[in-house]
T-cell receptor, first 108, second 117 residues
């Protein structure tokens, strides 16, 4: 089993739709979690950290489920500019593991 | 403005040639990293350095070498021993690698696309 697994997509959704991605991780000792956004051939950029209590930043909501070992990202009211690859990142002790990314394409 | 600068943006390597990718940061970060990204794959760690004059192999170090003579600089050499070097290379830094288990994040450079002629 991969340390961090994501559905590669692509997820093709119309503008204004709500879309959710999940990411599962295998190491129960993992300590911090992030979602990064990566545009084609660009560097990943931090979208948001993921906290146990769940957290929201505008149209984006991140959740952590430690019991089932997954994190999720919900995007409401999708914009064309949301089209990108979303990377799930899991930090353990001195180790960062990246998921392969989920590609989102928002269609007019 | 503080940040990480990678150069060049595009690099071509001939068969049997060594090439060096540059990474400079002015964030005063102790830890620096090199990742490789292939299409459809996550970022894989090549080398990392927690302090000047010290570096450690990551998950895919074979065919690569690094140096850390200055805190700001962490160049990566792709040697001729790396048989499949075509990839997108990302340099990153963090305040301290030991803090990555907290909410400390990675700062990335803009990447170098390396291709084989």
């Amino acid at each position: 089993r991969k340390e961090v697994e994501q559905d590669p997509g692509p997820f093709n959704v119309p503008e204004g739709a709500t879309v959710a991605f999940n990411c599962t991780y295998s190491n129960s000792a993992s300590q911090s979690f992030f979602w990064y956004r990566q545009d084609c051939r660009k560097e990943p950029k931090l979208l948001m950290s993921v906290y146990s209590s769940g957290n929201e930043d505008g149209r984006f909501t991140a959740q952590l489920n430690r019991a089932s070992q997954y994190i999720s990202l919900l995007i409401r009211d999708s914009k064309l500019s949301d089209s990108a690859t979303y990377l799930c990142v899991v930090n353990g002790y001195q180790k960062v593991t990246f998921g392969t990314g989920t590609k989102l394409q928002v269609i007019p | 403005d503080g940040g990480i600068t990678q150069s060049p943006k595009y690099l071509f390597r001939k068969e049997g040639q060594n090439v060096t990718l540059s990474c400079e940061q002015n964030l005063n970060h102790d830890a620096m990293y090199w990742y490789r990204q292939d299409p459809g794959q996550g970022l894989r760690l090549i080398y990392y350095s927690q302090i000047v004059n010290d570096f450690q192999k990551g998950d895919i170090a074979e065919g690569y070498s690094v140096s850390r003579e200055k805190k700001e600089s962490f160049p990566l050499t792709v040697t001729s021993a790396q048989k499949n070097p075509t990839a997108f290379y990302l340099c990153a830094s963090s305040i301290d690698r030991g803090m990555l288990n907290t909410n400390e994040k990675l700062f990335f450079g803009s990447g170098t696309q390396l291709s084989v002629l």
